[in-house]
T-cell receptor, first 113, second 111 residues
Framework: NAGVTQTPKFQVLKTGQSMTLQCAQD?????MYWYRQDPGMGLRLIYY???????DKGEVPNGYNVSRLNKREFSLRLESAAPSQTSVYFC????????????FGSGTQLSVL | QKEVEQDPGPLSVPEGAIVSLNCTYS??????FMWYRQYSRKGPELLMY????GNKEDGRFTAQVDKSSKYISLFIRDSQPSDSATYLC???????????FGAGTRLAVHP
């Protein structure tokens, strides 16, 4: 059982380049989330999708877009990367009913030069 | 003021010690209180959660919430080197889009 799978694990971009972070879960979860983790800041929510076909902004959405491609997949796109987007990105999923548990992927370490 | 404050550590203890990890929060509406454990270069995983005030025990771990003082604690008894990780407190009120994570306390348990 793979759980939540993120690709790539590492990425280096130049300022202004674009890229998409991929996330897939095989637990038939309804809700999916994208977080970024920075030193001293904790995890901050970028975007989330409560169910297939819906997406909403979180705490820090500027500079990002998302797509809930289907129930399994939730991608995060950086259209024009900036050094301030250097971070570790985590995708998470949750059943979305009464289950409080968030399942996280292993993260993508992104550096923007 | 941050909604959740957590001492970043690092906290270094010998194997077998009792560890106390703490968070303070400012929003009195928080109802669920979770602790996530994060090993190096891994995603967080849920360790425990409690609802409202009181204690909850799970093996060597005890989660404690004092809503009157807005204080959350996680105690680890007989700490092991495998407990070396970063511990994130995460209080919740309302939907999961409102889940707030503390910055985490890094714990190192040495043999």
């Amino acid at each position: 059982n793979a759980g939540v799978t993120q690709t790539p694990k590492f990425q280096v971009l130049k300022t202004g380049q674009s890229m998409t972070l991929q996330c897939a879960q095989d637990m038939n979860h309804n809700s999916m989330y994208w977080y970024r983790q920075d030193p001293g800041m904790g995890l901050r929510l970028i975007y989330y999708s409560a169910s297939e076909g819906t997406t909403d902004k979180g705490e820090v959405p500027n500079g990002y877009n998302v797509s809930r491609l289907n129930k399994r997949e939730f991608s995060l796109r950086l259209e024009s990367a900036a050094p301030s987007q250097t971070s570790v990105y985590f995708c998470a999923s949750r059943e979305g009913t009464t289950n409080e548990k968030l399942f996280f992927g292993s993260g993508t370490q992104l550096s923007v030069l | 003021q941050k909604e959740v404050e957590q001492d970043p550590g690092p906290l270094s203890v010998p194997e077998g010690a009792i560890v106390s990890l703490n968070c303070t929060y400012s929003n009195s509406a928080f109802q669920y209180f979770m602790w996530y454990r994060q090993y190096s270069r891994k995603g967080p995983e849920l360790l425990m959660y409690t609802y409202s005030s009181g204690n909850k025990e799970d093996g060597r771990f005890t989660a404690q919430v004092d809503k009157s003082s807005k204080y959350i604690s996680l105690f680890i008894r007989d700490s092991q080197p495998s407990d070396s990780a970063t511990y994130l407190c995460a209080p919740l009120s309302g939907g999961y889009n409102k889940l707030i994570f503390g910055a985490g306390t890094r714990l190192a348990v040495h043999p």
